[in-house]
T-cell receptor
């Protein structure tokens, strides 16, 4: 089944403790992206990647890192999480060719930083 | 700054009503506009629009884009309780997608 898989679904952590949220897609998509969703603010893009070893900042990249060593994986790293990073996170992927830009979303990761 | 604004922020209707959701944008390098429905967690794709004036339809849902006036509408006819969700509009600019804050729709039986 074609899908984007994120793990974990729920995560509670403490300030400063490094964490990684994994994201994997099995559709051979070129484009992958991370978003955070906060009430009243909609989905805001953190980072995106057009291909292996190519990553770019979105609108809210501060406090986050990403890597794209393989086409299927795009982990999101919080080196030193802070309470303002408590949010619902989505990974998404897309073929992203002109005319084929539908984003496929993972199930989301609810992160709480205490 | 690129902006996507959705209205209304929320609305409550009764089953059978018709609703119109709005999405306006001020962006550079417009490529396409997409609508998503978000029920519990992950948004699911509804429509992608690239050309003005061409209506896309799927069952009771339809959407149209006006590139001159920089807006799109999403219509839902004969609403059902299963249409209750957050509806998200997103605009692709180059390699980025910018989302609006969403419209919360609640359909009462």
């Amino acid at each position: 089944e074609a899908q984007v898989t994120q793990n974990p679904r729920y995560l509670i952590t403490v300030t400063g403790k490094k964490l990684t949220v994994t994201c994997s897609q099995n559709m051979n998509h070129e484009y992958m992206s991370w978003y955070r969703q906060d009430p009243g603010l909609g989905l805001r893009q953190i980072y995106y990647s057009m291909n292996v070893e190519v990553t770019d900042k979105g609108d809210v990249p501060e406090g986050y890192k990403v890597s794209r060593k393989e086409k299927r994986n795009f982990p999101l790293i919080l080196e030193s999480p802070s309470p303002n990073q408590t949010s619902l996170y989505f990974c998404a992927s897309s073929p992203h060719r002109d005319g084929d830009e539908k984003l496929f979303f993972g199930s989301g990761t609810q992160l709480s930083v205490l | 700054e690129d902006k996507v604004v959705q209205s209304p922020l929320s609305l409550v209707v009764h089953e059978g009503d018709t609703v119109t959701l709005n999405c306006s944008y001020e962006v550079t390098n417009f490529r396409s506009l997409l609508w998503y429905k978000q029920e519990k967690k992950a948004p699911t794709f509804l429509f992608m629009l690239t050309s003005s004036g061409i209506e896309k339809k799927s069952g009771r849902l339809s959407s149209i884009l006006d590139k001159k006036e920089l807006f799109s509408i999403l219509n839902i006819t004969a609403t059902q309780t299963g249409d209750s969700a957050v509806y998200l509009c997103a605009v692709r600019l180059g390699n980025k997608l910018v989302f609006g804050a969403g419209t919360i729709l609640r359909v009462k039986s």
